[in-house]
């Protein structure tokens, strides 16, 4: 007979002061869920995960519940029942923006969402009871909450102590642009050159159905941009306050904007932050071999560069894709719980 267990996942509502004036005008006052373990007690002091969703996701999104897939709430019951988890907090924050996504990242275009992670930080400390020293204190993710785990992790060494990293974005040149010349075709429906980014700014960012095939194409590049390559003189240039990797008409591409990408890459991000990588307990990579946004190539690049700088971390794969892998949560939580010992 299986043992039970019942955490239980709470809804917190946190006013924001970093996201209070965000240029695209999102919410600054959300709601986002926190798992607490079996008999929470403020006797009892517990290492807190912040686990990030993907783009186009939110803290919620973990609480979905379908045919032969957990929701979190499930999943951490039953890793913790059978003795494959260590006990948590676990932190699903909200860093949704207009564009599908933050990154994690501050960004003039989209609001300082690094920093708003760090003030979840504060106030999650201040308001449970937690091992708030960053050896006990995890981030963690899967596609940009990857990437986000990462980055964050990478610049604060004293905040997040572990970091685990599944499919994250990583390697560019082979993650992204590989959707460029597709985005140029596909704007197109919506308009010539700057006009159609704008159009498919007002038209389609809404909850009306249904989308064009190449909305995610277009959305994910728009996103990235405004993340990676903000511009507030892009508003008078050409309407919006970021600037495309590529010319929307041509589709040539732009080295001087693709290049401030390519800085916050975690596998160049590494040349210049390897004593911040050195300093963390665990450094862990996992991708899907057939992922369709080639990260596991991604992730044995970034592999292979921590070898040779001579930092420790976990690197795996599995025979899968990018996408509904979340059973590859099992995995990680075993792995942080191993070097939380």
Not at 164 to 171: E, T
Not at 274 to 297: M, R
Request: charged fraction near 20%.
């Amino acid at each position: 007979m299986k043992k039970s267990y019942s955490g239980k996942i709470i809804q917190i509502e946190f006013k924001s002061r970093v996201l209070r004036y965000n240029p695209l005008k999102d919410p600054y006052v959300r709601k986002f869920p926190v798992y607490l373990p079996q008999g929470y007690s403020l006797d009892k002091k517990y290492p807190v995960i912040f686990l990030l969703s993907g783009f186009t996701g939110t803290g919620n999104s973990n609480l979905n519940y379908s045919f032969l897939n957990e929701d979190i709430e499930q999943r951490l019951n039953r890793l913790i029942a059978s003795g494959k988890s260590k006990e948590f907090i676990v932190v699903m924050p909200d860093c949704m923006t207009k564009y599908g996504g933050s990154q994690y990242i501050n960004s003039s275009a989209t609001g300082q969402y690094e920093d708003y992670i760090l003030e979840i930080v504060s106030m999650i400390d201040e308001n449970f009871s937690t091992l708030p020293e960053p050896e006990n204190r995890i981030v963690c993710g899967k596609s940009s909450g990857g990437y986000g785990a990462l980055s964050l992790s990478m610049r604060n060494p004293d905040v997040f102590g572990l970091t685990y990293s599944i499919a994250g974005d990583m390697y560019f040149e082979y993650c992204y642009l590989p959707d460029f010349p597709r985005f140029v075709s596909a704007i197109e429906q919506f308009g010539r050159g700057h006009e159609g980014v704008l159009n498919f700014i007002k038209s389609e960012l809404n909850y009306e159905q249904p989308k064009s095939p190449s909305f995610h194409t277009i959305l994910n590049i728009i996103g990235m941009s405004a993340c990676y390559s903000p511009n507030k003189a892009g508003r008078i240039k050409h309407g919006y306050d970021f600037d495309l990797p590529f010319d929307i008409n041509t589709g040539d591409l732009n080295h001087k904007v693709f290049s401030k990408w390519i800085e916050k890459d975690p596998v160049r991000m590494v040349n210049t932050l390897k004593k911040n990588l050195k300093a963390l307990k665990l450094v862990a990579l996992d991708a899907g071999i057939h992922d369709q946004f080639n990260l596991n190539i991604g992730a044995r690049v970034l592999s292979e560069k921590l070898s040779n700088l001579g930092i420790n971390h976990v690197h795996s794969e599995f025979n899968d894709g990018h996408f509904n892998i979340q059973y590859r949560y099992d995995n990680m939580f075993g792995i942080i719980s191993e070097y939380l010992k």
